[in-house]
């Protein structure tokens, strides 16, 4: 079964608007990561975030991590177009570091 | 070049045939992981090995095999292909050193459809 759930399944914005994706995850984790996925491409590493961070930034990536919640949040600022991908989080489990789960993923439609 | 690749891209086959995706990689890392991808159910874990002499299932490792040839490369079998196993099929690398939990590198994917 997955362990991260992505919301919203799907987000569509303009060039220039901020997008938030969330992720929440039943179990304990030691870290929870972000992907993006370019359609039918491989996914590629965005930020990593472990369970003792609460925010985490790289570029225009935001990355938060509420552990009480059991949910973490990605907003990317002023998207661009090339910015349009799918966007997955990955949960590790706190108790077996070789279990890594991903989401179902949000589609993300940045139009011009 | 590209530091991990699939072969082939692309495949359709029939019900019952014995299929064999490869992967290779130039990372220099230890560890190697097969994944499918379906619509709306984000990545599954099928298989995964942290050195050639070690090889664990994942999450959905049923009518799927591996053979780790090489530290560079990674195999993944499908016995007696069934339509079930239509997917996207990705394998990713890790750094050695570390478990499943860190960053992943994926190569570029193989589309399977089996009829």
């Known amino acids: 079964s997955q362990q991260g759930e992505e919301d919203p399944q799907a987000l569509s914005i303009q060039e220039g608007e901020n997008a938030t994706m969330n992720c929440s995850y039943k179990t304990s984790i030691n870290n929870l990561q972000w992907y993006r996925q370019n359609s039918g491409r491989g996914l590629v590493h965005l930020i990593l975030i472990r369970s003792n961070e609460r925010e985490k930034h790289s570029g225009r990536l935001r990355v938060t991590l509420d552990t009480s919640k059991k949910s973490s949040s990605l907003l990317i600022t002023a998207s661009r177009a090339a910015d349009t991908a799918s966007y997955f989080c990955a949960t590790t489990s706190l108790y077996n570091n070789n279990d890594m789960r991903f989401g179902a993923g949000t589609r993300l439609t940045v139009k011009p | 070049d590209a530091d991990v690749t699939q072969t082939p891209r692309n495949r359709i086959t029939k019900t019952g045939k014995r299929i064999m995706l490869e992967c290779s990689q130039t990372k220099g890392h230890d560890r190697m992981y097969w994944y499918r991808q379906d619509p709306g159910l984000g990545l599954r874990l099928i298989y995964y090995?942290?050195?050639?002499?070690?090889?664990n299932k994942g999450e959905i490792s049923d009518g799927y095999s591996v053979s780790r040839q090489a530290q560079a490369k990674f195999s993944l079998s499908l016995e007696s292909a069934i339509p079930n196993q239509t997917a996207l099929y990705f394998c990713a690398t890790s750094d050695p050193g570390r478990g499943i939990g860190f960053e992943q590198f994926f190569g570029p994917g193989t589309r399977l459809t089996v009829l």
């Open positions: 090995s942290f050195d050639v002499k070690d090889i």
